[in-house]
């Protein structure tokens, strides 16, 4: 990659040059590409997919731009030239992981615990946590908190379960713009 600074021919240009170059500005610098070609192909499945996704995201910037609290919390995340507008965006085309699912603490008793490891590029909003029993009966649900290390949701059970194994926990995940994620464990 090239770089040229105090170039007074390039410097602050925009647009098309001679139907083969596109001059942009990008934080501030100038950015020199290929023209982009269009297509008369009508896109794939696949590309399809992508546009709807990409709408949904800049549905989601837009109105992460007119919340003001929503806004100065992707401002304070933006860095190295990146805008709120396009963290935002960026946000809601990542769903959140599960990275872990700990269910050994879990004993079937009143207090015992369910640590899951929930990250995003952003932040995750919040952690469900539903307990279902060997024969798929819902013994329990309810929302896990967000523990002292940053990184770990706890769920404390507050019902007892005298038969906890072959239980299935299943954890969901999600993030600001609404991206959910799923994961269950049998115990």
Not at 89 to 98: G, N, Q, S
Not at 125 to 143: D, K, Y
Not at 148 to 171: F, M, R, S
Request: glycine share 6%; proline share 4%; net charge positive.
């Amino acid at each position: 990659m090239a770089y040229s600074n105090d170039n007074v021919i390039i410097q602050g240009a925009h647009g098309t040059f001679a139907k083969q170059l596109v001059f942009r500005q990008r934080f501030g610098q100038s950015v020199l590409c290929k023209r982009p070609r269009k297509t008369n192909r009508p896109p794939s499945d696949a590309q399809q997919a992508v546009r709807e996704r990409f709408l949904t995201a800049s549905i989601y910037a837009k109105s992460v731009m007119a919340n003001p609290d929503l806004l100065t919390m992707y401002q304070a995340a933006a860095k190295n030239g990146l805008s709120a507008y396009n963290l935002a965006l960026a946000d809601a085309f990542r769903a959140p992981e599960i990275k872990e699912l700990d269910v050994s603490p879990y004993t079937g008793l009143i207090g015992s615990t369910i640590r899951i490891r929930a990250i995003d590029d952003f932040k995750v909003n919040a952690v469900q946590v539903s307990i279902f029993s060997a024969a798929n009966e819902l013994l329990e649900e309810g929302a896990a908190a967000m523990s002292n290390n940053g990184l770990d949701w706890i769920y404390t059970a507050t019902k007892e379960n005298q038969t906890p194994g072959g239980c299935t926990v299943k954890v969901k995940a999600s993030d600001l713009p609404g991206n959910i994620t799923l994961k269950e464990q049998v115990i």
